[in-house]
Nanobody, 115 residues
Framework: QVHLAESGGGLVQPGGSLRLSCAAS????????MDWYRQAPGKRRELVAG???????TYADSVKGRFTISRDNAKNTVYLQMNSLKPEDTAVYYC?????????WGQGTQVTVSS
């Protein structure tokens, strides 16, 4: 069993920055892929960024150039640095991990971008 715990959400003004963290805990696992998703009210959950094998990254077009995903393998933690935030980035952000073919989700952290 893998447990994911997100942190770092909050309220920020447009143009501001936040860094989300997702720490994975459990035993006897190797995480191949870790992703960040988000879900705004009334919208479907969407992929924001992903990192595979600790190196290969992917981003949604809407966040390219503003968000950066990174991973600390020693800490089993993935980060999402979010810069130049916009009101449309407001959502609950979820961490996802693919472990031995199974998907695990965190509880989510709220990000609100508003003046």
């Amino acid at each position: 069993q893998v447990h994911l715990a997100e942190s770092g959400g909050g309220l920020v003004q447009p143009g501001g920055s936040l860094r989300l963290s997702c720490a994975a805990s459990g035993s006897g696992f190797s995480i191949n892929v870790m992703d960040w998703y988000r879900q705004a009210p009334g919208k479907r959950r969407e992929l924001v960024a992903g990192i595979a094998s600790g190196v290969v990254t992917t981003y949604a077009d809407s966040v390219k150039g503003r968000f950066t995903i990174s991973r600390d393998n020693a800490k089993n933690t993935v980060y999402l640095q979010m810069n130049s935030l916009k009101p449309e980035d407001t959502a609950v952000y979820y961490c996802n991990a693919l472990v031995a073919g199974a998907n695990y989700w965190g509880q989510g952290t709220q990000v609100t971008v508003s003046s």
